[in-house]
């Protein structure tokens, strides 16, 4: 019975996260990721680091098995890519679980569309290159020069460290399960693992036995797309796969008012430790950490929440990231929760 | 009443381009985008060029109007950011009108998920930079260096001949605005223009007046949509807005059976010049050309059209890209096209 999802009279189909990995295929790229997981997991345990799991970017829901049409969320993974960023300036190993094409720590300050590459390279065809006698030697304008040094030294860094785990998603189902699998290998960490849950994820999808084969055909009028809700995943996650893990949730709304319930009703519906609230127009330069009063994480009350708002001028400092005062305060409150474990 | 949408009984409501365009708000930046356009042509017609619009990429249809999610059309734009490349080394000027973010000629061959342009740069400590003596030198790893010349040569190239002219598009209502504007512009250039219309175009959009505000909730069951068909906006585009263009058009489909029905339904429907088939799994290696049989282009019935399959041996050759013929053929096509005005 647990496997067979029900029907809540008029309002269509509620999947238990159980019923959902029971009836929904996994992705055919899950057990080389979760080998990869493994295998990074043991190098940051022997080396002592601390392990953050950040997700990023837009989760997809197709319409049909040959895909043509999705629907998406909006997110271009700019949270996620630059908040990892600044974790691993931290020190922390981070495994970077993102949407396919979103962007990337490192690479994202190069965007092909805002700031491509191509731009700020030149051919010098005077000089001769070391390597080959004949062929002119590319060379980077001074006024670049450098930024990309910086960039390229800390990406040369982490890689020869070893810190950085690159996971790919495109649909809500490669998310749900690509998080079960991390989040279950994570627990091995007790509370030196974090969570940062910063991709915007589907509440809605397609079952895929409801999913057309081809492609929808136009020209039969309008198109009608009944969806149904994804299971609460922080549920499991909070209570099953990663008990002792410091959970870091985010919350986008466009209306205002929204922000602040919101964010209690989850804290109180999952009992983990910190929301961060977001607007759509406000999120480059403030966010709202939101958290259960005492040092209990089993308060459910709304009134039982506190909530801290972090705010940048971006008039004084252009150039300021708001991650950057997002990690630094998560820092500080996973290492209370890693003291408080005693 | 021209501008009074029609409802259609049972399957809600059908737009004419005309009532589309009265009912529709322009994207914002569409008469800058038409001045640059505007100048651009200019240009080319001074220096007698022949000019290519390709559109590429996908439309979104966003279901609020401060946009959480959005209905989406799969496509990465390979196929026209790499058509691009071929128009222009075939001495086109090309108007490059793509979703943002998607594939771009010349910086495609750098994706930063399979080919970051991050890995295949060093830092040189021991040389000294000419422009600064403190700062180390940015090398390029010799293995790259030959395809990174010959990439970043027709870059500069293009850019100073000014033959490249790239626009942004996001909303299926951003493309539709824009397509009708600068093929407006390019009918000045009678049959000298191409059309090269590989966008994703959705088929079904969400009208203004029917979005919501804010952010969908969920917690409320399950999600419907009802979306409107997109008007059939190449009628116009043959029809009224450029009369003597040279009009290709793309069909996807996932079903084998339907790709050369559709094909022949399109022209026959609109009385263009080509459109070209691909099915979603061959794409790379397989599209058929659809024709009318005549050099007149107003045949009407399904025996009335041609078909001309290209087909590359990718196992033959890894590195051919199929739209190198696609673009030679085409070439071609509108040659005759030019010379048959007389």
Known sequence: MATSPQADGESGTVFSAETYF???????????????????????????????????????????????????????????????EYFLKAGY??????????????????????????????????SQSATSASSPRITVRPSEEPQLVEVLSTYKAVHRAGTLLTLNFVT??????????????????????????????SDFFLPRQKMSVHKIQSGKGSLHIE???????????VAEWTREGFIVSFKLET???LLLPKACQALARYGHQVVIGNDLHRRKF?????????????????SAYEESWLRIDLNKDPHKEIEEDIVAELVKRHEGWIRNAT
């Open 255 to 257: 209306d205002p008012n």
């Open 22 to 84: 029971a009836t929904q295929p996994p992705p055919s790229s899950l057990e080389q990721d979760v080998a990869r997981v493994k295998e990074f997991l043991q190098r940051q345990l022997q080396d002592g680091r601390k392990v953050v799991l950040v997700t990023s970017g837009g989760t997809t829901v197709p319409l049909e098995l040959n895909v043509v049409r999705f629907l998406d969320n909006f997110s271009a993974g700019t949270r996620g890519a630059t908040s990892a």
């Open 227 to 237: 969806m149904d809700q994804v299971p609460k995943i922080l549920k499991p996650l």
């Open 93 to 126: 190993a981070v495994i970077f679980m993102h949407r396919q094409f979103s962007l990337q720590p490192f690479s994202r300050h190069y965007s092909h569309s805002t700031h491509p590459f191509l731009d700020f390279l030149e051919i010098d065809e005077s």
């Open 172 to 201: 809500v189902n490669d998310y749900l399960w690509l998080l079960r699998a991390v989040s279950q290998e994570m627990s091995i960490l007790g509370r030196s693992c974090l969570y940062y849950l910063a991709a915007a994820v």
């Open 286 to 302: 403030e966010v709202v950490f939101v958290s259960p009063k005492s040092s209990s994480s089993s308060a459910s009350q709304p």
